[in-house]
């Protein structure tokens, strides 16, 4: 029997060892790109944050989020851990269960997988851009613009839209709508949302701790508490990741508050700002010592008060107008960056068509999908990529008939 499977990702590389476990079968990876998990090495930063340790208790969205559940139950961070300390990887668990390689480096996440599908019933073929795909009597017809392989199942691995420079593509949606299967509206998320605040430029390269909230029209939609990063065109980092997921998807304001001393009171803080009245220091400096110097400044100049002025002029009014605005300092937003810079996509192929305990599509049978092209998302952390592997690794053993 042999099993195609489209797409050479996280995912696809796990649904095709574990398909190899049974040694009866022959496993075709098919890669568009001129290597494996090109994706997969600048994960993380280049970290690769491979999974998280609270993984199995939630973080995931899509139209029918407990679809998730099946899988991530069965192979879920502490399996999967053991499969890569099987392979040969040695990893460490950092802050809010991130699992990182101990090398620090994606490549070994990458290197222990490539090395394990040296295996004489898997054959990798690079360069191979699935074009069309057709159910023929036996099983599947598989096309590039070159190459034509038969095949007998066929998992569609071809990740989601987001990061399109590193193979994020329709690829996978297109293939999967000509079986008839529907797809949810795409979305990027974990990605920057940008602002209309023309102080922002100014920020550019900033970092600091915050409580994060996004409110829409009034109402939260989303808050974290974790390290905002600030661009050129908006906000970045693991705190905003981690609340985009929809942010600014519907007409109205949105607006992101942030606490920018998020462990100290402000009235600790405003006790602060009155003691810094005995001093000669200019507002420009009012906040020295407490934020990051441009950010304490872009923070007054918000208040309205001139930087020229001595902090000993400033009324009580006034300092307690600047306290208030360091612990919620108010950012309007606009929209988030496209898709080429989002790490995930949010929607996909519709869930409902497919069984969640086997990953095989209930239009088609011998037909299945995994990964991203799917419409489940995870929380920043290492959700998504458990979700490649688990999604993987159970569509790859029933396709491979190991269940
Ligand atoms: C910059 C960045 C950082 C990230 N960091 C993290 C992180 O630290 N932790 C985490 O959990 N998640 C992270 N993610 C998300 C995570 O990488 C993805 O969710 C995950 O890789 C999805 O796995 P997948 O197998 O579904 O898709 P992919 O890994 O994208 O693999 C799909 C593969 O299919 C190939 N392909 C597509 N179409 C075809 C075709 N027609 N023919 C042949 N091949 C095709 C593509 O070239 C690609 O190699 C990050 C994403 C990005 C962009």
Known sequence: MVIGIIGGGASGMAAA??????????VVLLERQARVGRKLQATGNGRCNLTNLHAAEGGYHGEEPSFADYAIGRFGPGETLNWFR??????????????????????SVLDVLRFALEKPNITVKLGFEVEKVKKTPSGFRVESKEETLECDRLIVACGGLAGTKLGGTMSGYKLLR?????????????????????????????????????????????ESTGEIQFTEYGISG??????????????????????????????ILTRELLRRRTTSLPVSELLTGILHNRLGRVVTQAVGISGYVPVKQLDDNELEEVSRAVKQFEISLTEPMGMDSAQVTAGGIVTKEFNETTMESRIVPGLYACG????????????????AWSSGRLAGLHAGGNL
Do not use: M
């Not at 060892?17 to 022959?26: D, S």
């Not at 099987?86 to 490549?107: H, I, M």
């Not at 390269?205 to 109402?219: L, M």
């Open 178 to 222: 000509g079986f008839g299967h529907k797809c949810t509206r795409l979305r990027p998320t974990l990605v920057q949302l940008k602002s209309g605040w023309n102080g922002i430029g100014a920020l550019k390269g900033v970092r600091a701790n915050c409580h994060a909230a996004i409110f829409h029209n009034g109402h939260l939609h989303s």
């Open 17 to 26: 060892l574990a398909a190899a476990e049974n040694n009866a079968v022959q």
């Open 372 to 387: 991203e092209v799917l419409d489940i998302d995870g929380d920043c952390g290492g959700y998504n990529l458990q979700w």
């Open 238 to 267: 693991p705190v905003v990741f981690e609340i985009s997921r929809d942010a600014c998807q519907g007409n109205g304001e949105w607006i992101c508050r942030l606490d920018l001393l998020p462990d100290i009171s402000q009235d």
């Open 86 to 107: 099987d392979l040969g990887l040695f990893t460490v668990a950092e802050d809010g269960g991130r699992v990182y390689p101990y090398s620090d480096q994606a490549n």
